[in-house]
Structures are given as C-alpha cells and as structure tokens.
C-alpha cells in the first residue's frame, strides 16, 4: 500500500501561482509514477501531470501544459506541482497520484492508470 498526502492548497485570484506539495510512505519500492490529477465541480476527474521516478521525463495535459510544472524528489518520495498563470478554470479538488504499472507515457495520461489516490487538495481561482 501507499499513502499520498497532499498539501499546498488555497485561494487565489486569476493570475496568482500555487505550489502543490505531495508526500508518499508505506512501500519499500517508489511508485514508477507520480503526478497529479483533479476534478472541478460538476466534472468527471481528470489527468494533470506525471513525472517518471527514472529519468524525470514529464507529461501535461494540454490544458496545463506551459503553465504548469511536475517535479519529483525521489530522496524524500515527494512529488510537487508549481501552477503558474492560474485562472478560474483551474479551480478544482486536486489529487496526488501513484502508478506502479510500467508502462509508457500514454498509459499515464488517463486517470485509471493510477492505483494509488491521495485524499485532495482544494484549489479555488476567483477572477
């Protein structure tokens, strides 16, 4: 089992940057996979990022992408999420995410590649 704890979340108005913190404990073996998903009001969830423990290669969604930055410390297992440029869309339940699946990039870029599920953090945007 792993643990994923969130934290760094809050309010912020259009234009602001956030720093999403996230913490994994509970395997002996690191997670081939961390990122971040989130889901806004009303909407299904959906993929923000990854990075890949080797090697630090790293996917956005198009949404994000140029705004957003995954970054990993795999000495503390701690995954992180700079967001720059935030706007309201980005207002949403943020989740840390884990896969210990080896597979490629793609596989990671859809929600159900991930089985572990960190409890969230809320980011809300206002303009």
């Known amino acids: 089992q792993v643990q994923l704890l969130e934290s760094g979340g809050g309010v912020v108005q259009a234009g602001d940057s956030l720093r999403l913190s996230c913490v994994a404990s509970?395997?002996?073996?690191?997670?081939?996979?961390m990122g971040w998903c989130r889901q806004a009001p009303g909407k299904e969830r959906e993929f923000v990022a990854f990075?890949?423990?080797?090697?630090?290669?790293?996917h956005y969604s198009d949404s994000v992408r140029g705004r957003f930055t995954v970054s990993r410390d795999n000495a503390k297992n701690m995954v992180f999420l700079q967001m720059n440029s935030l706007n309201p869309e980005d207002t949403a339940v943020y989740y840390c995410v884990a896969g210990t699946t080896i597979a490629g990039p793609n596989y990671f870029s859809h929600i159900e590649g991930y089985n572990y599920w960190g409890q969230g953090t809320q980011v809300t945007v206002f303009s």
């Open positions: 990075a890949y423990r080797s090697g630090g290669e790293t």
């Open positions: 509970g395997r002996a073996d690191p997670a081939n996979v």
